[in-house]
């Protein structure tokens, strides 16, 4: 990805361009790792965002984000330092992946204040940096102390960060990089020179003449701006200021590199949101499972412990029935044992054989309601184990971050995520939705949606789940007519493939009439009983391999 010091130093252009004499109207932070400034200049409304989070940028958006419920404090210190401020110039460092916003704004007490905002798009170590016009800094997102590197601090000066042994592309010694093996280049030339990006490394080998570096760079320097994005698989994969010979995949040409970078975050935030969602609710099941598991682990254990509750009785019945045995003084007593014809050697203590006996009847209801409570614990804590696989199966065949917050509502709904909006109502998105033949198919995406679906559809309808796997509900539509066995074994694969079994081969799906399925009182998400079913075996496969129209 070339957002790489060359490709920011024509942003920083780009950006002085369009938003320098514009007024910072509005600032929020949407995290506690990415700030949105609204400048109007010109007349329009600009969105900067910068982000020092796992993807670092900084950018014009049409997008506008959503502001945390309460500032946060670096919020306020923007607000207070740089709102109202008029941005007079946007500049890069050379050969840096740093952008400097020269701004004049206001003080306390009115007066005119010379202010500096630093955006460092640095990895790991990206930072935005706030001084005044001494360049002292004033607070910074991120703190860095003194021994962790350069230090970043209220109240010390700002200090551009060295670039090392490290040299600008355009110098002559890039040359002498050239002798090193093709394979290698690339690599060298990354961990030699600044601020450059391996799809740029490339394009300058392709630029240079001779094996000349220094002039391949200067000749990529020299091209005019004419943002691309590159397209692979009907999705962004790559941007750059201008069309990179050596990029691979199809080019779309854009008005501006913000309108570049823009189309490129925009998908690959979606994809991240998904990502950070899904790993969310992943961390959420994986815990409550881990504490099911060993809730059922226990309860089996001390169920096993009191299960020989039958054995206390029978020996309180036996010292009873040979109490005219006993002398005071004996460790023990031997009885013949009616229930099973052998003898048996029961201890004694040194209490009275009345008093012996208690003990052992005492033991024997204890163990009883013992293990009469824990069956109903252990079934609810494997109801409980049942469901969260379930909702596991729903999460690994989630397609996009809605599915994936519909998901995480519904485990808010179940009480294992704390919600974070009393008012907030869980939103049932549209099942996936197939024909096949002429008839329409649904399939549920989560618990809920499985439960909707089948709760709407009619008596006569078709439903079907794999046998022994989470997975989807699927339902029929017969709409007055018969089935065709042709229908119900394309639906039948559709179904094992939105299931846990979607690998496996030979796969069992029930089906049965829509009147046949009932739900119980008080039954977790997804969680249904039916009869009259019949089976039908199938590999999984996924709907673009069934000869069916898709509806959109």
Known sequence: MPADALNYSFLAKELDSLISGGRIDKIIMSDKSTVMLTVRAGGINRNLVITAATSPRCYLTRSRLAATDVPLSFCLHLRRHIGGGTIERVYSVPFERILVFEITARGDLGEKTERNMIV????????????????????????????EGRPVLPGLGYVFPDGGERFDPTDERADNLRDVPDSELVGVMIKRLKGLSATTATEIIACASNGMLAHGAKKLLERSVAPVVYYRDGKPCD???????????????????????????????????????????????????????????????????????????????????????????DTSVTADNWYDGEQIEIKLTENTPQEDAQKHFKRYQKKKRTVANLATQIDDCKNAIDYLESVEASLSLAADISDVEEIAEELESAGYIVKQNAKKKVTVSEPRKFDINGFRILVGKSNIQNDKITKEARGEDIWMHTQGFHGSHLIIRAGGKDIPRAVLEKAAAIAAFYSKARLSENVPVDYTHVKNVHKKKGAAPGKVDYFGAKTIYVTPAPPEENVFDKHK
């Open 120 to 147: 460092e798009i640095m990895g790991k170590y990206s930072n935005i940096v706030i001084t005044d016009g001494d360049m002292k800094i004033t607070d910074a997102l991120k703190h860095i102390s003194l021994g």
């Open 239 to 329: 941007f750059s200021f201008c069309d990179y010979a050596t990029a691979y995949g199809e080019r779309k040409r854009v008005d501006t590199l913000s309108e570049a970078m823009d189309e490129y975050y925009g998908a690959a935030a979606e994809s991240d949101g998904k990502t950070l969602a899904e790993n969310a609710v992943k961390r959420t099941l994986g815990a409550a499972l881990d504490k099911q598991k060993k809730k059922l682990g226990t309860f089996l254990r001390e169920s096993e412990n009191a299960s020989d509750f039958e054995r206390e009785r029978i020996l309180g019945e036996l010292i009873t029935a040979n109490i005219y045995k006993i002398s005071p003084g």
